[in-house]
Nanobody, 115 residues
Framework: QVQLVESGGGLVQAGGSLRLSCAASGSIFSIIPMAWYRQAPGKQRELVATITSGGSTVYARSVKGRFTISRDNAKNTLYLQMNSLEPQDTAVYYC?????????WGQGTQVTVSS
């Protein structure tokens, strides 16, 4: 049983930065892979970045070089640092965790990038 709560979204101008956080319940956080997804209006949910329990990362081509996913296992928290934001980054961002007994999602946090 895992509960995820995202925060840190908001309105930012193109070229600006935001840092999203995902607070997770339970000690299982430290041993499962985590990810950030996003869903823009009228579009399918897409994978943004993943991170293993050990800290290895993979990024979507659209955000590589601009976004950084990280985790603090001691705080049970996942982060997404977003730099050089573009209007096409506008979406609801979701925290995701996967385990052998379930796939977990947060409620999402809105990121809006103005031109």
């Amino acid at each position: 049983q895992v509960q995820l709560v995202e925060s840190g979204g908001g309105l930012v101008q193109a070229g600006g930065s935001l840092r999203l956080s995902c607070a997770a319940s339970g000690s299982i956080f430290s041993i499962i892979p985590m990810a950030w997804y996003r869903q823009a209006p009228g579009k399918q949910r897409e994978l943004v970045a993943t991170i293993t329990s050990g800290g290895s990362t993979v990024y979507a081509r659209s955000v590589k070089g601009r976004f950084t996913i990280s985790r603090d296992n001691a705080k049970n928290t996942l982060y997404l640092q977003m730099n050089s934001l573009e209007p096409q980054d506008t979406a609801v961002y979701y925290c995701n965790g996967d385990s052998a007994i379930g796939n977990y999602w947060g409620q999402g946090t809105q990121v809006t990038v103005s031109s």
